[in-house]
């Protein structure tokens, strides 16, 4: 019996799993050429879709309390530490990293999440500097 195939399998996001407008793109096995899965292709008119849906995620994040945002945070790390194999495998099959520089990445990646998650408190600080939303904050931009 095989698995049934991930939501996002040949999808997009853009609030939701989509079918994007563009064609798929296979995402496959460094090591060996397998086929993996695949990704939706986006067009320009996704993207804006994409853009209009995190601008909104990113206002409800920030409206919700300190507390709320770190515990998310917390959780995420929680269950990759607890786990740090279903990071790392994929990191090998899709990434093409070696063996313990994935497992190295999976543990960086849940010190961060709890980095993340000190600074929930300030969902727009940036240097000191005050960042509104949907504002880009790269000077060359």
């Known amino acids: 019996m095989t698995e049934p195939a991930p939501a996002w399998e040949a999808k997009i996001f853009t609030g939701a799993w989509t079918t994007g407008s563009g064609a798929d793109i296979a995402v496959t096995e460094k090591a060996t ?48 530490q607890e786990n740090p194999a279903r990071l790392s495998y994929w990191l090998v099959r899709e990434a093409g990293s070696g063996q313990a520089k994935a497992k190295v990445e999976a543990k ?34």
């Open 33 to 80: 050429g397998t086929r993996l899965g695949a990704v939706g292709g986006a067009t320009v008119a996704d993207l804006d879709a994409s853009v209009a849906s995190a601008l909104a995620a990113q206002r409800e994040w920030a409206a919700k309390p300190y507390l709320a945002r770190a515990e998310v945070l917390h959780r995420a790390a929680q269950l990759l």
């Open 108 to 141: 960086l990646v849940g010190h961060e999440l709890r980095e993340a998650a000190a600074t929930a408190s300030q969902p727009y600080a940036l240097g000191g500097a005050r960042v509104g939303v949907g504002q880009c904050s790269h000077p060359e931009t």
